[in-house]
């Protein structure tokens, strides 16, 4: 068998019509006096600088300043917690992982939502970190219902609650970063 020749780190025009000058190397010293000569380079705020920036551009929610996502927030808790209520008084048997609801799993959902929107409209920090949180497991489990998804329709609906309940939270969160924390005693 014969053998291969490897040009290694030669790329371009061959031997032949190279020019017999030899290149000059600029070296790094060199190119730090230039670029100091020239226009200052701009330096990027570092993140920490960022984030001092985004702080002091937010303002506390005034007295009674309720946001558009706390709002929907609201209804959002409210209708989760009356049609859970309502399709079980109404005698639908949804399954959940191949067992069905009882009473008293449903009587603590929906007074856990109704905890949530209560606590939301009020402001209160403890409901709307709740509420995000409830959130983010509610899509992270339409996205593990996603893999095994079994009709377009249902893929729809993953999709859709995967995108409206990941918006939400995005938007929670500026939220959240606004309301201010209670203050306690010995503080």
């Known amino acids: 068998m014969g053998q291969r020749r490897r040009k290694r780190g030669r790329r371009g025009r061959p031997e032949s019509s190279r020019p017999t000058t030899t290149p000059v190397v ?3 010293p060199n190119r730090e006096r ?3 000569a020239a226009a200052p380079v701009a330096r990027h705020p570092s993140s920490e600088e960022r984030n001092a920036a985004v702080r ?6 005034a007295p009674g300043e ?5 709002k929907v927030s609201v209804a959002v808790a409210l209708l989760l917690a009356a049609v859970n209520l309502g399709l079980f008084i109404a005698g639908a048997k949804p399954s ?21 929107a209560i ?15 409830l959130l983010a497991i509610g899509v992270v489990g339409f996205c593990l219902a996603l893999i095994r998804v079994s009709s377009a329709v249902w893929a729809v609906v993953c999709v859709v609650v995967i995108g409206a309940g990941g918006f939400l939270f995005v938007k929670l969160v500026r939220v959240l970063s606004r309301v201010q924390m209670p203050k306690y005693p010995g503080q």
């Open 119 to 133: 606590g939301m409209w009020m402001m209160r920090y403890w409901a709307l970190l709740g509420f995000q949180t």
């Open 34 to 36: 230039r670029r100091s």
């Open 26 to 28: 600029t070296t790094a």
């Open 66 to 70: 309720r946001p558009w996502p706390v």
């Open 56 to 61: 002091a551009s937010l303002a506390p929610l």
């Open 96 to 116: 959940v992982g191949g067992t069905q609801p009882k009473l008293p799993e449903i009587i603590v959902f929906s007074a856990l939502m109704l905890a949530c």
